[in-house]
Structure formats: C-alpha cells, structure tokens
Nanobody, 123 residues
C-alpha cells in the first residue's frame, strides 16, 4: 500500500508561482511512475503531468507546457510540481497519483491517490 500526501497549495495572484509536493510512504517507491491531476469545480478530473520512475520521461498536458515542471527525488520519496505563470484557469484541487510501471495520462491507470491540495489563482 502506498500513501500519498500533497502539500504546497494556496492562493496566488495570476502570474505567480507555487510548488506542490507529494510525499509517498508505506512501501517502496521503486518502479512507480507518478502523475499530477487536477479537478476544477463542476469539471472532470484532468491530467496535468507525469514522470517516470527514472525521471527520464515526462509528459504534460498542452495547457501547462512551458509553465509547469514535474520532478521527483526518489531518495526522499517525493514528487514535485513547479507551477509558474499561473492563470485563473489553473484553479483546481491538485492530486498526485502513483502507478507501478510506465507513465500514463489516464487516471484509471493509477493505483494510489492523495487527498488533494487546493490551488486558487486570482485575477
């Protein structure tokens, strides 16, 4: 079993930055790809970014390319999402997720989820 805890959310003005963290515990992190998803009020959960176990592969939704960066520190069992040039449309609850194997943009592929952290971007 893997437990995931997100942190780093908050309120920021448009154009600002936030860094989300997701700490994993409970069992070995080895071989797990990690993803970030978000869900805005009244909308379905959507993929944001994913990173492979080795950090050799990353994948982003088009709307965040060039603004967000996903990274991980396997020694700390932590994955990060650096979010720059934030826009009001980035407002959502952000979730991290883990799956054993290759990175994926599909939420159904992920086995473990965190509880989410709120990101609010004011205009």
């Amino acid at each position: 079993q893997v437990q995931l805890v997100e942190s780093g959310g908050g309120l920021v003005q448009a154009g600002g930055s936030l860094r989300l963290s997701c700490a994993a515990s409970g069992r070995t992190f080895t071989g797990y790809a990690m993803g970030w998803f978000r869900q805005a009020p009244g909308k379905e959960r959507e993929f944001v970014a994913a990173i492979s176990w080795s950090s050799g592969n990353t994948y982003y939704v088009d709307s965040v390319k060039g603004r967000f960066t996903i990274s991980r520190d396997n020694a700390k069992n932590t994955v990060y999402l650096q979010m720059n040039s934030l826009k009001p449309e980035d407002t959502a609850v952000y979730y991290c997720a883990a799956r054993r194997g290759l990175i994926s943009r599909w939420s159904n592929d992920y086995d473990y989820w965190g509880q989410g952290t709120q990101v609010t971007v004011s205009s």
